[in-house]
């Protein structure tokens, strides 16, 4: 088809208005003659225009002529994401930056899918493991902008359930748990593990165990309890004494 006049050039996927101030400056237009060059520079600048996530041209061709259209899938810049149903604001605050969806910036429905599984995570951190997250993206006005609005329902928050310690704790579980702050029943929160992963050091520390570590395994939600299970990894390493000589130094300061 390259040589046959160009009958028509038309754009799906942008609206008039989106592509009326660029029409008139693509190489390819009406009435000339089609080409590898001008095809090609004329999605160059479609793409370029920010106007197009992707897109290809396609052409059909009758009487000697030849119909061209640019088609794609529009670029859409995020305004705006909003969290409904929540009754805590902090929480909400919370879960609305663990999106990491950035204002301005494009966005694609892979995103979307990216930023609902941080907010998920964001309140299972938190004690919520059965959430109900709705989302959607409304369009907001011209300029390919669009919000997302998150609906959310988090439900119980969960307990603390079973804990199992791997390795050498030298601690009965009720002693371990008691450290930990890890009590059957308790509330399930942000500060949970790590709070349990700092005592547990400090307590083996205060016994000169300073190559002690300490990890915190997978947990385990079970729905019917709506309880969390805890696994840690211990291993209280050898008991270190530092003994200066000579100056004297106070044992604090070791």
Do not use: C
């Not at 061209?68 to 994401?81: A, T």
């Not at 929540?86 to 999106?99: N, S």
């Not at 008691?178 to 399930?188: N, W």
């Amino acid at each position: 088809w390259f040589g046959l006049p160009v009958r028509s050039v038309r754009f799906d996927g942008v609206t008039e208005q989106d592509i009326n101030g660029l029409r008139q400056k693509l190489e390819l237009q009406p009435g000339s003659k089609l080409s590898q060059q001008n095809v090609k520079d004329s999605l160059h600048a479609l793409f370029a225009s920010g106007l197009y996530r992707n897109i290809v041209a396609q052409g059909t061709q009758s009487n000697g002529q030849v119909e061209v259209v640019f088609r794609g899938i529009p670029q859409m810049f995020l305004r705006r994401v909003s969290i409904q149903g929540m009754k805590q604001d902090t929480l909400a605050a919370q879960i609305q930056r663990a999106t990491r969806l950035e204002l301005g910036e494009p966005f694609t429905a892979q995103e979307l899918a990216d930023a609902t599984l941080h907010l998920k995570q964001a309140l299972q951190r938190n004690g919520f493991n059965a959430p109900k997250v709705e989302e959607k993206t409304v369009p907001a006005g011209s300029n390919h902008l669009v919000d997302v609005v998150y609906t959310v329902n988090v439900g119980k928050q969960s307990k603390i359930g079973a804990v199992v310690a791997n390795g050498n704790t030298a601690m009965t579980m009720d002693k371990f748990r008691k450290v930990a702050k890890l009590k059957q029943g308790a509330t399930v929160t942000a500060n949970t593990v790590p709070r349990a992963l700092t005592r547990l050091r400090k307590k083996y520390q205060k016994q000169n165990r300073l190559e002690a570590t300490v990890r915190a395994g997978p947990q385990t939600f079970h729905p019917a309890a709506n309880a969390v299970a805890y696994r840690f990894e211990i291993n209280r390493g050898p008991l270190v004494r530092i003994r200066a000589i000579g100056e004297k130094i106070a044992s604090r300061d070791l």
